[in-house]
């Protein structure tokens, strides 16, 4: 028994089997790199993702038999529009962080509706006003996972799930349907969207594939990670530390009114099962492995990301320097998006090694900011908390997060995640396990990191200050 899991991140595509123990095999990955044409522009050739996840698909088939179903795991938010008559889309996709539409978003707030540049919504708006704008032309929207589910069964499943949903700012707060006020303001066909589904169950059939397998599970990435890291119960939490970080905590009950709260956070959909939906509150990083990418290519401090470890654990201490990482802005709960990064109390004796281990304990300090403000939020009582990503490889950087949110860290067994999470939630739908509360047992951390130390919170919340409207036009930005 195997279930087949798609697996689109920002940078990759990648296909694995799933096993009912949640273990994973066979995986095989072609790179899916984003392209930027112009600074602020961030798109993606649909197409070959598309034909990657065939080929990549039948290749998995053709080595380890028919899977017993397909789970499709996604980047979240990131749109493509294309006409149902050839299969190919009007144009790139736009991905998630694409902000060519900031402005257009800026004059809808302005009209009362609050969108945000990284939504689905203004990135499906501006392709449809480009390539059909008198809608004539029947063209399809949708989210990555909805795209590939249409290529993949030869355009008969026109789908996608709440988890998805929610972050395309489309939808009813319950995230069950598409709103119309909105669609309709922003000119967007009801025909032109795929049918809001479960997250897990039969939703369609793969008729591309060999032995046309059923689509068991659609899950946005930090919905999936939650599944796999077993956050999936009260008070349980995980943090994704790559590009960015995601910090999300399970939060059973009604959606929260809000679309933004107290402490910064913004609800969304975890998942849903037979119509019901669970809920999470996600606090965002909006800058987290860039930082140390900054140092590799910019500054040419260390050769490889994984050289940051080593070089930063030469030293004890930072010997007093505080990095803010704010290259973007700063995400929850401060949400300013026009402070920049900062680097204070350098002296003549400060080395590249005390440079690096700030960066490091820099994310480390905003990743307690994020957990602070997701307990803050939900009223969780969170006592350690579960990351994956490729900055959970960097062991000073983990002992910095311990250290920073004053409880123990728990690494994620498998580097990413998300995969394993779509695999267990076909399982459910599989009959494997019993719910997707119940895989909160399976569980199992490849370290746990406790903390031995702490940082001068007094110093830290003075360079968080300091860093803050370095930009004041875009700091009174408010999504």
């Not at 910064?264 to 909006?286: N, Y």
Request: a negative charge; aromatic letters at 6%; charged letters at 20%.
């Amino acid at each position: 028994m195997s279930v087949l899991i798609i697996d689109v991140g920002t940078s990759s595509i990648r296909v694995a089997r799933a096993a009912p123990d949640g273990s994973l095999s066979g995986e095989r990955r072609v790179p899916a790199l984003p392209i930027t044409p112009v600074p602020g522009l961030v798109e993606f050739d649909a197409e070959e993702l598309g034909r990657s996840a065939l080929r990549l698909a039948t290749e998995s088939i053709e080595a380890d038999g028919a899977p017993d179903g397909v789970a499709i795991t996604n980047q979240r938010a990131s749109t493509v529009v294309w006409d149902p008559s050839t299969g190919r889309p009007v144009a790139p996709g736009q991905g998630w962080q694409d902000l060519r539409t900031v402005g257009d978003c800026l004059v809808l707030a302005a009209e009362g509706l609050r969108l945000a540049p990284n939504h689905s919504a203004t990135k499906m708006a501006n392709l449809l006003n480009e390539f059909d704008l008198d809608r004539s032309r029947g063209l399809l929207c949708g989210t990555i996972d909805t795209f590939l589910a249409w290529i993949l069964s030869g355009g008969a499943t026109f789908v996608t799930d709440a988890s998805n949903a929610s972050m395309t700012g489309l939808t009813t707060t319950a995230a069950d349907a598409w709103n119309s006020a909105v669609i309709d303001k922003l000119n967007i066909p009801l025909a032109s969207l795929p049918t809001i589904g479960d997250s897990l169950g039969h939703l369609g059939s793969l008729d591309r594939l060999a032995g046309a397998p059923p689509l068991l599970a659609v899950l946005g990435d930090q919905q999936a990670s939650m599944i796999g890291q077993g956050a999936v119960v009260p008070d349980a939490a995980k943090a994704t530390f790559g590009t960015g970080a995601m910090l999300d905590v399970c939060t059973p009950g009604d959606r929260p009114t809000e679309p933004r709260t107290a402490a910064g956070c913004f609800p969304i959909a975890g998942w849903s099962v037979g119509g019901t939906r669970t809920w999470a509150l996600e606090a965002i990083m909006l800058s987290a492995g860039t930082n140390v990418e900054w140092l590799r290519d910019d500054l040419e401090l260390f050769g490889d990301a994984a050289d940051s470890d080593a070089l930063a654990a030469s030293v004890d201490d930072a010997d007093g320097v505080v990095f803010v990482p704010a290259p973007l802005g700063l995400g929850t709960p401060h949400w300013d998006y026009g402070a920049r990064s900062g680097l204070f109390g350098l002296t003549r004796g400060t080395t590249k090694a005390h440079v690096t281990r700030a960066v490091l304990e820099g994310v480390a300090q905003r990743g307690a900011e994020l957990l602070a403000a997701a307990e803050a939020d939900s009223g969780a009582d969170i006592d350690a908390l579960r990351i994956d990503g490729g900055m959970s490889l960097n062991a000073t950087f983990v002992q910095a997060l311990a250290n920073a949110i004053t409880r123990p860290v728990e690494v994620s067994p498998v580097l990413e995640a998300t995969a394993r999470g779509g695999g267990l939630a076909a399982g459910v739908a599989l009959g494997w396990f019993d719910s997707v509360p119940a895989l909160a047992e399976l569980w199992q951390p490849a370290e746990v990191v406790e903390p031995t130390g702490e940082f001068n919170g007094e110093r830290w919340a003075e360079a968080v200050r300091r860093v803050g409207h370095w930009h004041p036009d875009l700091s009174a930005i408010e999504f």
